[in-house]
């Protein structure tokens, strides 16, 4: 089954407004990333934050991981309307012969100028 | 240049028909991917190859068969194309065995099957 779901589905804001998007997942992990997908394009990564780690920032990027949760959530500050696109996190499984990961169903984020 | 480049872009043909969808990456990596994604964007993976060694085989019709003729290039035959084999399908790659690294995605194939 699908390891990580995104919340909301669908998300409309005005620029400059903050999105935050959240995923949960099941099982233990060793990392959790987040992808960005514009339209028609392929998929872009966007951060990586390791189980042992709580928070990571790039730039207008924020994530925050609670593993006794199991889930994340991405924050984007003073969105613009380049950051209309679909989110993804995905799950990099831990333990032995976990060599993939699994994708969630996505977000999609509309900013409106 | 183009880290992960993926022909054709486009590709329209009718149920029945082989295919090939070809990928190539210049980073480098020694592992490379093929996901599906379907009409409601639900990404899956299909094959993960390392050094051209099969390391992931998901639940996949044997009609889909990877081809790695070397750990550049990661190509995807399709036999017997049906409908529901519609979607965009992805090549990506990464420097790690085990896929925890970040992935580069290409920038899809939209295959039509008629």
């Known amino acids: 089954s699908q390891q990580g779901e995104e919340d909301p589905q669908a998300l409309s804001i005005q620029e400059g407004e903050n999105a935050t998007m959240n995923c949960s997942y099941k099982?233990?992990?060793?990392?959790l990333q987040w992808y960005r997908q514009n339209s028609g394009r392929g998929l872009v990564h966007l951060i990586l934050?390791?189980?042992?780690?709580r928070e990571k920032h790039s730039g207008r990027l924020r994530v925050t991981l609670d593993t006794s949760k199991k889930s994340s959530s991405l924050l984007i500050t003073a969105s613009r309307a380049a950051d209309t696109a679909s989110y993804f996190c995905?799950?990099?499984?831990?333990?032995?012969?976990?060599?993939?990961?699994?994708f969630g169903k996505g977000t999609k984020l509309s900013v409106i100028p | 240049d183009t880290a992960v480049s993926q022909t054709p872009k486009y590709l329209v043909t009718q149920m029945g028909n082989d295919k090939s969808i070809k990928c190539e990456q210049n980073l480098g990596h020694d592992t490379m991917y093929w996901y599906k994604q379907d009409s409601k964007k639900f990404l899956k993976i299909m094959f993960s190859y390392n050094n051209k060694e099969l390391i992931i085989n998901e639940t996949v019709p044997n009609r889909f068969s990877p081809k790695s003729p070397d750990k550049a290039h990661l190509n995807l035959h399709i036999n017997s194309l049906e409908l529901g084999d519609s979607a965009v399908y992805f090549c990506?790659?990464?420097?790690?065995?085990?896929?925890?690294?970040?992935?580069?995605f290409g920038p899809g194939t939209r295959l039509t099957v008629l």
């Open positions: 995905a799950t990099a499984l831990s333990g032995a012969g976990s060599y993939q990961l699994t």
């Open positions: 934050i390791r189980s042992n780690e």
């Open positions: 990506a790659s990464s420097s790690q065995r085990e896929g925890l690294d970040e992935q580069f």
């Open positions: 099982t233990s992990i060793n990392n």
